[in-house]
């Protein structure tokens, strides 16, 4: 129920326009007096304030201003006497939604009550959309350069205005639904819905009845007539994601579909044309299905029109360090905490690692070293220990290290070895220059050179 404060300091008025407009359905208040108005105020949220312009306590635009100071978006409408125009363009300039010359008649003020409602509603939903677009432009965000990022942007931007199927192969974690989404955003479809289906998420049953929906009374369970995702997506484009994973069955449903561009929903009999645009996902190897015998060879040349494919990360190492510096930042920001900066010998590690989960792991990893951070430079020794495992090259493996000098490999040792007495001393530099018979000071000096963070080593104490 929508709520309304009406201050006034014609009590007869109050009493009788705060009844009616109560009895159109709406919750109200009325108040002569200015500061029980502001504690009220203070106390509950009221959707609508409605303000007489002279009031004896306090110009009524006076009011307006400190109602405004202390919310911006409160809705106020003002009521002003004849004699008060000059108010009442004083009052539009202050933010006042709108003003009503006094006498009125109750009618026009339900009237323009109503018609505040509804500009709060459009409000309501434009901050909603306004939301959700940015979950969208968010999820929509392609960090990288490297040779094989760009060459798939410009794929990318040639594909999506076209109409043709896209098939986008590529390791989990790779950004597949990140491509789909601009493939989406970037085609003439933009304005129709996106919608998009896990078929690895999904039962067999249930996911027949998600994509062709069902007619009430279908199956057990089916108590209304629900639409399917081939019909919600008219107008649109339809991804279906780990296609993959599709069952049989269902995949001569879905080349039936493609080609006939209809549907008929199960239990139902009604046939109901559909135009979407279809994206297609999978982390498989489709021929190696198809040679198993577990993917329809029909269906792959239809959905494979135009292939798309994600390289893994660890063929681009060039994105990594963008890619850790824009999710650091991200999580910082979102997390409220500072942004933190990637130390050389940290680099070198996030450089050497595999990336198996590809992007997802990396941003997973840098979820956790902003929840961890206290602000400091991330050091190698705040990585997790699976990733700081030194890659052996096959020289290495034969006791011999490559591209590195008896320095390089000393000061490797050297600070392997005072990292992880430190970590055994809890960060402790006494302790840990005593362990290792060394003076303090010259502890201090080699850490500094090599670059070893004693909070990092001291929080790393404390995940373990
Ligand atoms: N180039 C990129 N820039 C920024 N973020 C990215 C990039 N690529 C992937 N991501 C992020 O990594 C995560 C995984 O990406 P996405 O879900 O698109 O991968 P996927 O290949 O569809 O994975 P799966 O096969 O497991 O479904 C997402 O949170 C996505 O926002």
Redesign the pocket.
């Known amino acids: 129920m929508y709520k309304i404060l009406m201050i006034d300091d014609d009590k007869s008025f109050l009493n009788i326009y705060s009844r009616i407009i109560a009895s159109n359905g709406y919750y109200v208040q009325a108040k002569t007096n200015i500061r029980e108005a502001m504690e009220l105020l203070d106390k509950e949220n009221f959707n609508i304030v409605i303000l007489d312009v002279v009031m004896p306590e306090m110009n009524g635009v006076d009011l307006l201003k400190k109602i405004k100071e202390k919310n911006s978006e409160q809705l106020v409408m003002m009521l002003t006497g004849e004699g008060s125009i000059a108010g009442a363009v004083e009052s539009m300039e202050n933010g006042a939604y709108t003003y009503m010359i006094k006498p009125f008649e109750i009618d026009q003020l339900i009237l323009n009550i109503k018609k505040a409602e509804e500009f709060l509603k459009l409000n309501d939903e434009n901050v909603k959309l306004r939301t959700q677009l940015n979950d969208m432009t968010?999820?929509m965000?392609?960090?990288?350069s490297s040779e094989a990022?760009n060459s798939l942007k410009d794929q990318i931007s040639q594909i999506a205005p076209t109409n043709s199927s896209v098939l986008?192969t590529?390791?989990?974690?790779?950004?597949?639904?990140?491509?789909?989404?601009l493939l989406h955003y970037n085609s003439e479809r933009r304005d129709g819905p996106l919608i998009k289906v896990?078929c690895s998420a999904l039962a067999k049953n249930i996911l027949e009845s998600e994509l062709f929906g069902h007619e009430k009374g279908a199956f057990t369970g089916a108590i209304a007539t629900k639409k399917g995702r081939f019909e919600m997506a008219t107008g649109g484009t339809l991804f279906l994601?780990?296609i993959g994973d599709m069952p049989y069955p269902l995949q001569s449903k879905l080349l039936r579909v493609l080609q006939e561009k209809e549907i008929e929903r199960v239990g139902g009999t009604k046939t109901i044309k559909v135009d979407f645009r279809l994206i297609c996902?999978?982390?498989k190897d489709l021929r190696k299905e198809i040679e198993k015998g577990h993917f329809r060879e029909d269906l792959y040349f239809r959905i494979n029109v135009v292939p798309l494919v994600?390289t893994p990360l660890r063929e681009r190492k060039d994105?990594i360090i963008p890619?850790m510096e824009?999710?650091l930042d991200y999580y910082a920001n979102e997390m409220s905490k500072s942004r933190v900066k990637i130390t050389g010998q940290a680099k070198r590690v996030l450089l050497s690692y595999s990336w198996r989960g590809?992007?997802?792991e990396?941003?997973n990893m840098a979820e956790r070293l902003i929840v961890f951070s206290s602000g400091a430079d991330i050091q190698e020794a705040m990585l997790p220990k699976e990733i700081r495992q030194p890659i052996r090259t096959d020289e290495e493996e034969n006791g011999s290290l490559k591209n590195t000098n008896l320095r390089m490999a000393r000061e490797q040792f050297e600070k392997q070895f005072i990292t992880e007495t430190l970590i055994k001393n809890n960060g402790n530099i006494t302790a840990t220059a005593k362990e290792l018979e060394i003076a303090r000071k010259n502890l201090q000096a080699k850490m500094k050179h090599l670059e070893i963070d004693r909070t990092a080593v001291k929080q790393e104490t404390e995940q373990i």
Request: net charge negative; proline share 0%.
């Open positions: 968010r999820n965000e392609v960090v990288g990022m986008i590529g390791e989990s974690g790779t950004g597949k639904e990140i491509v789909a989404n896990n994601d780990e996902a999978t982390n994600t994105d890619l824009y999710y590809n992007v997802r990396l941003k």
